[in-house]
């Protein structure tokens, strides 16, 4: 996917170019052959690629490291915090949110400014003169980011204006879609995309959108929709590509160096010096994201036997004899990482660090990594998602048949994680507080699992009590209206500006 990257400053130079023509008069030159205008681009395939780079970079807002979207959303829940208030990711997650609060605009905007460019995409690539193999392939790429757009929307707002054409005036007075119609249009979009997109790429198009991408984002939104039988089988599908597989050490399974391990199905590309990310600089410096007791202790002793029930658990050493992705997750005070044993000092927020996405290694000393000088390619989608993915929703369709044990005691037998299997005999309700455990160790840190306290409609319990820090101390409060909060507001500038645009439910 480096070539996303090199193609993106002709993106942009198209876009500052057609600033510049609403003043031209006769004397001036139309086409100049140093810039882009909408006469000369969407002409050849150097220029469709290029617009698909512009649809590609809207990603870049959700998940730089620096921006509001991604470890934003776990911080939201008891499973971290952040050192301040910045974003108002503390102000959602004290329900003391509003219409203006900067989370909930910048979700929107990012959103749509990645629907205009990919609709603007399609609505101009029929008429690009390349060769039609290519053509399809791309269209398949510039449908699934719509979708991704479109899904990071509803699952937040539930329904929003559908659009499915390039901006223009019109558009600013819609009314909303209802939340079932955008859902069907995303999986029409995905469902098209599988069909357009090959298995795997190879050289510089590495890290492009595949047909598994394709799928598993298909997976993920018939699940957060509750349409079990087709989560189930969507993953199924993604699993018979035979294209990924777990990633044998889940520390390193982060690392840039790992970057495209067998696992990743769809991560954004990062490069620098041009396109870099702040994780290492946040997470060490910063203390940010800061895991809180509450997913600490949530994290099972090797026999499978949570810390109140297991003999192991020593309240003297609480991290001795833990999930071995406690440690690969989380910095410990007490516990090597980056050279040294972490000081409370380290960890001030709440006395833990996160250690996903970050080049720092346990027992090797580096020197800290300045801002925005990380070379990650966060990940979006991987394969033990939809292992979890065919596990919750085949339990919740027909129960906890041998292939829900199955893809469970795979991630667990990871050769990094070698946990015990999940007990047999289990009933249909006691499995899904496994797999829903589960999620939360897994994916901890990976921006989910705030999404997935919503569709549990978990949120009014878990996000209605105090947080901890490693001490026990009580720093922080979380609050929670049902009535009002499974739904964000839309932002108060939308609906100024179209009186259309209904709010949600308990909003002013």
């Known amino acids: 996917m480096k070539n996303i990257n090199r193609m993106a400053a002709i993106a942009l130079a ?25 006469n000369t681009f969407w002409k050849t395939q150097e220029h469709a690629q290029a617009g698909l780079s512009g649809c590609y970079n809207a990603l ?207 991560n954004v590309e990062f490069h620098t010096p041009d396109f870099t990310t702040n994780y290492d600089h946040d997470m060490y410096v910063l203390n940010r994201p800061a895991p809180l007791k509450e997913l600490v202790d949530k994290y099972l002793m090797i026999d499978g036997k949570s810390i109140s029930e297991s003999p192991l658990f020593d309240p003297a050493k609480p991290y001795e004899n833990r999930d071995p992705r406690l440690h690969q997750s989380i910095r410990c005070v007490g516990y090597m990482y980056n050279g040294k044993i972490t000081q409370p000092s380290d960890v001030v927020t709440t006395g833990f660090g996160n250690k996903k996405y970050t080049t720092y290694q346990d027992d090797v000393s580096i020197p800290v990594i300045d801002q925005n000088k990380s070379n990650f390619n966060p990940i979006v989608i991987r394969f033990a998602e939809i292992l979890l993915t065919y596990a919750e929703a085949r339990n919740e369709d027909l129960g906890p048949d041998q292939s829900v044990y199955d893809a469970l005691n795979k991630i667990r037998s990871r050769t990094s994680v070698n946990m015990p299997n999940v007990p047999i005999g289990l009933t249909k309700e006691q499995m899904r507080n496994v797999i829903r455990l589960e999620r939360r160790i897994e994916l901890a840190m990976e921006g989910l ?48 500006l179209n009186p259309n645009l209904a709010q949600n439910p308990k909003w002013k």
């Open 14 to 38: 198209l876009i500052c170019s057609l600033s510049i023509f609403h003043s031209c008069d006769s004397m001036l030159d139309l086409n100049p052959s140093d810039q882009y205008s909408a």
């Open 60 to 266: 870049y807002p959700y998940y730089k490291g620096q921006g509001p979207l991604f470890f934003e959303f776990d911080m939201i829940t008891s499973n971290a915090m952040a050192y301040n208030e910045a974003n108002g990711t503390d102000a959602i997650s004290k329900g003391v949110h509003t219409p203006t609060s900067m989370l909930v605009a910048y979700l929107w905007k990012s959103a749509y400014t990645g629907i205009g460019r990919t609709n603007t995409f399609m609505d101009k690539i029929d008429a690009v003169k390349m060769d039609d193999k290519l053509k399809e392939r791309i269209k398949g790429e510039a449908l699934f980011l719509r979708a991704f757009y479109y899904q990071s929307l509803v699952d937040k707002f539930g329904g929003v204006p559908l659009i499915l054409s390039a901006p223009n005036a019109q558009q600013a007075t819609l009314p909303r879609n209802t939340k079932e119609e955008v859902v069907n249009q995303i999986l029409e979009d995905l469902s098209t995309a599988a069909t357009l997109l090959p298995n795997s790429y190879s050289g510089s198009d590495l890290g492009r959108i595949s047909k598994g991408a394709a799928l598993s984002l298909k997976a993920r939104v018939l699940l957060y929709n509750q349409r079990w039988e087709q989560a189930a089988s969507t993953a199924q599908q993604t699993m018979d590509l035979n294209q990924y597989d777990l990633f044998d050490n889940y520390r390193s399974f982060f690392s840039a160096g790992n970057k495209y391990n067998k696992e990743v199905i769809f």
């Open 449 to 496: 699992y705030y999404s997935d306290i919503l569709r549990w409609k978990t949120a009014q319990i878990e996000n209605k009590a105090l947080v901890h820090n490693a001490t026990g101390i009580a720093i922080a409060s979380r609050s929670f209206d049902p009535e009002r909060d499974y739904l964000w507001p839309i932002p108060h500038n939308q609906t100024v």
